[in-house]
């Protein structure tokens, strides 16, 4: 092939990396005026738009982590053939891509799910649910700080109709508190924004961190004072202690679909913190290097005492589920604060472990539900307090079959548990065992350090919270698949339980591919902590087509 085609196909192929966006964002606008009597059209529509978007992504993180190659680390997409820093540019390495992949992952498994049922209890629900991918991606891919206000602002607008979607006077209450919080947030993410580009003139963030290694000191003061107020609308998103108040009541209310997948919006949150206290704040920021690191290992750390208590003070499983989600959140807002290089391979193994976890056991909860008595519940907790009258009555069975739905059910919530919990041999344990070698210093990525009360306050922590769940899980599993006081077995269709068996089989094969999964993350890391790699593509990346 000659030069100027392998030329042309190289571009043709650099267009991939803006598919993620453009896919969903299309198939969502086309489905708008389609009637809703014809939601099974809509279903098979955004079925097959998020399948193509998850082989997708799963090429894109192949191809980032590769040696050559068109897409091989880090790559730029310039919108309009400007570049960097006055045009607006997406970017793919590892960590996007990874989030690409979690994210369509999810997404497919919810859009199965709500076929069965959920897309059918309210309006435009496929719409909506390729608006909130259309954002996510985005949010994942830009390598603008403006530009992740619009897509940030895309993933809320659709989330919000996401939240009141089967509507019900709980839904919407929460829904109007998801509403009014997030509108804050993105107020103060304007603030912050504005700021930072009135110190800067830039709101490329590779340009960003360059510019802030020699910005003069009342500047940097302005910079600091906007990335402080941007952290906030972030913290907010990602449930930080005590910013999170509205997180458990949104999350258990929503429909088991869109809470599967809000599992991920709160690590939209993570990932813009990871990525810009590593790349603007890092080593090369001068003074303002591990700016806001103390405020996330405070803050992280309640975040996971907070959801640990609640966790445990849960009756419900949906809440239970959404303190789990607090429970992640501090953990890796905690890892990131407390500035170990080494911990960050590990921090990224548990977010996509905890990710996939929470969103199968969010799904699992309404299938179990099913079979529960409404007053089940408040008669389980009086009989505890006040003992069964019949407790001492004979039994004449020696024993009953469990129903084959009940079996399916209770081995994923035992999975669901073990992961959760964070015990061996499934993904939550080694996640948790490479955070906990990076930070002792066993994984060789650099000397066993000192560890400081911070440090061993977090251990503490990581503990008691998996600690927690295995009790609370216990006393859950307990009165609804060994000790029911209602013989109902929930009718439960295969494509309901089959994206819960995938989620969960998907933790499994993490497990079984720990090594080859921790060297993908341990490279994923090594680039975040080496920024200039990136820096330097961004803003020397040439325009399309060799203009």
Same mark, same amino acid.
């Given at each position: 092939m000659s030069t100027e085609g392998s030329s042309a196909v190289t571009d043709w192929l650099h267009h991939l990396i803006i598919l993620p966006i453009l896919i969903p964002l299309m198939v969502g606008a086309a489905m708008i005026p389609i009637d809703e009597r014809n939601r099974m059209a809509k279903g098979v529509m955004g079925f097959v738009s998020t399948l193509v978007l998850f082989l997708l992504s799963m090429a894109l993180m192949r191809a980032s982590a590769s040696t050559e190659g068109f897409l091989a680390g880090t790559s730029v997409y310039q919108l309009g053939n400007w570049p960097a820093p006055? #045009?607006?540019?997406?970017?793919?390495?590892?960590?996007?891509?990874?989030?690409l992949c979690l994210t369509s992952g999810l997404a497919l498994a919810a859009q199965v799910y709500s076929i069965a049922r959920w897309h059918t209890a309210g309006h435009h629900f496929h719409s909506l649910f390729q608006l909130l991918i259309a954002g996510l991606n985005g949010a994942f891919l830009t390598g603008d700080l403006f530009n992740l206000f619009v897509f940030f602002e895309i993933m809320l607008a659709a989330s919000y109709g996401l939240l009141l979607h089967g509507s019900g006077p709980l839904r919407v209450k929460a829904g109007l508190h998801y509403v009014a919080i997030n509108l804050a947030a993105s107020s103060l993410f304007l603030i912050g924004v504005s700021l930072i580009y009135g110190a800067t003139?830039?709101?490329?963030?590779?340009?960003?961190?360059?510019?802030?290694a020699t910005i003069s000191p +009342?500047?940097?003061?302005?910079? +600091?004072? #906007?990335?402080?107020?941007l952290g906030v609308a972030f913290l907010v998103k990602a449930?930080?202690? &005590?910013l999170s108040f509205w997180l458990p009541t949104a999350y258990s209310a929503a429909t088991p679909p869109v809470a599967a997948v809000f599992a991920v919006l709160t690590k939209v949150g993570i990932y813009v913190i990871l990525r810009l206290s590593l790349l603007v704040f890092g080593a090369n920021a001068g003074v303002s290097a591990g700016f806001g690191q103390t405020l996330l290992v405070i803050g992280g750390m309640l975040t996971i005492a907070f959801g640990a208590i609640g966790v445990l003070a849960s009756q419900a499983m949906g809440r239970l589920a959404a303190y789990s989600v607090l429970v992640s959140s501090g953990t890796l807002l905690a890892a990131i604060g407390l500035g170990h290089s080494s911990m960050i391979a590990g921090a990224l193994f548990y977010l996509v472990s905890s990710t996939l976890t929470i969103s199968a056991f969010?799904?699992?909860? +309404?299938?179990v539900e099913r079979g529960r008595d409404a007053g089940a519940?408040?008669?389980a907790v009086t009989m505890e307090a006040y003992g069964d009258a019949?407790?001492?009555?004979?039994?004449? +069975?020696? #024993?009953?079959?469990? &129903?084959?739905t009940m079996a399916v059910l209770g081995l994923c919530f035992c999975l669901c548990a073990l992961l959760l919990a964070g015990l061996p041999p499934l993904s939550g344990f080694v996640a948790k065992f490479a955070i906990l070698s990076g930070l002792f210093g066993?994984?060789?990525a650099e000397p066993s350090p000192a560890l400081s009360a911070a440090d061993w306050t977090y251990v503490t922590l990581l503990i008691l919270s998996g600690l927690s769940a295995m009790i609370a899980m216990n006393r859950v599993g307990i009165r609804t698949f060994w000790a029911s006081i209602e013989n109902t077995v929930p009718r439960v269709f295969v494509i309901e339980i089959a994206p819960v068996v995938v989620l969960l089989g998907a933790c499994i094969f993490l497990s079984l591919q720990a090594g080859p999964t921790m060297r993908y993350m341990q490279a994923t890391a090594d680039s975040l902590l080496n920024p200039s790699g990136y820096t330097e593509r961004v803003l020397t990346a040439p325009r399309m087509g060799g203009q």
């Open positions: 006055f #045009g607006i540019v997406l970017v793919l390495d590892r960590l996007s891509a990874l989030m003139g830039t709101l490329n963030m590779a340009d960003l961190a360059i510019k802030l +009342e500047n940097r003061q302005m910079v +600091e004072v #906007g990335a402080g107020i449930g930080m202690w &005590p969010f799904l699992l909860i +309404e299938l519940d408040v008669l019949d407790e001492d009555e004979e039994v004449d +069975e020696a #024993g009953a079959a469990i &129903p084959g066993l994984s060789g």
